[in-house]
Every structure is written in structure tokens, then in C-alpha cells.
């Protein structure tokens, strides 16, 4: 049974930095194709970032330079670090998987097959 289990949210100031992690059983992650993404309150989910096994790693506009995906596959775990975090990162954050995705950064936009239950991240002073 594939299960994504995410943790490290939690309140920051802005300009602080936290790190997501995904834990994943049931399937070796490091096999399938990964996505983090988020949600504000009223606003559509957003693909944030995104592991596209055959041609590499993307981020969305908003966060490139600030936030970083690795992986550590002894633990089958991935991480997703978020610095210089801002209020408009306030948002609940998801990692998500699947068997296949689309090539470049349309693994960004893709609805993958499963999704882990959510952290909150809030970015307030």
C-alpha cells in the first residue's frame, strides 16, 4: 500500500527557514516520480516543486533559490527545505506521487496518483 506521511510544519517568522519531510512506505521512492505541493486558504492548489526521474528536479517561479528538494534513500524519505520563508508561503504542503509523470516542468501541474494527509506552514510575525 503506497502511504506518504509528511511532518516538519509548524510556525516560523518571516526570513526563517523549515524543512518538510516525506516519508514514504510501501514503494521505494527514489522509483517513482515526486511532487510538493501547496495550498492557501481560498487559492487552488500550486505545484511547487517537482522530481522528474528522466530529466530532473523543477521549482516553481516563486519559491526557486529559497526552497531545495533531497532525498535520502536509506530512510525513503524526501525533504523539501524552505528558506527565507515569506507570509505568502503560509499554506498547507503536500507531497504527492506516482508511477509516472509528465516530462520538464509539467510534473508541476500534474495530478499524481497519491498524496500525503498535509502539514501547515505558517510564515507570521
Known amino acids: 500500500q503506497v502511504q506518504l506521511v509528511e511532518s516538519g510544519g509548524g510556525l516560523v517568522q518571516p526570513g526563517g527557514s523549515l524543512r518538510l519531510s516525506c516519508v514514504a512506505s510501501g514503494f521505494t521512492l527514489n522509483n517513482y516520480e515526486i511532487g510538493w505541493f501547496r495550498q492557501a486558504p481560498g487559492k487552488e492548489r500550486e505545484g511547487i516543486s517537482c522530481i522528474s526521474r528522466r530529466d530532473g528536479t523543477y521549482y516553481v517561479d516563486s519559491v526557486k533559490g529559497r526552497f531545495t528538494v533531497s532525498e535520502d534513500n536509506a530512510k525513503n524519505t524526501v525533504y523539501l527545505q524552505m528558506n527565507s520563508l515569506k507570509p505568502e508561503d503560509t499554506a498547507v504542503y503536500y507531497c504527492?506521487?506516482?508511477?509516472?509523470?509528465?516530462?520538464?516542468?509539467?510534473?508541476?501541474?500534474?495530478?499524481?496518483?497519491?498524496w500525503g494527509q498535509g502539514t501547515q506552514v505558517t510564515v507570521s510575525s
Open positions: 504527492a506521487t506516482d508511477r509516472y509523470s509528465p516530462y520538464g516542468s509539467s510534473c508541476l501541474r500534474y495530478t499524481y496518483a497519491y
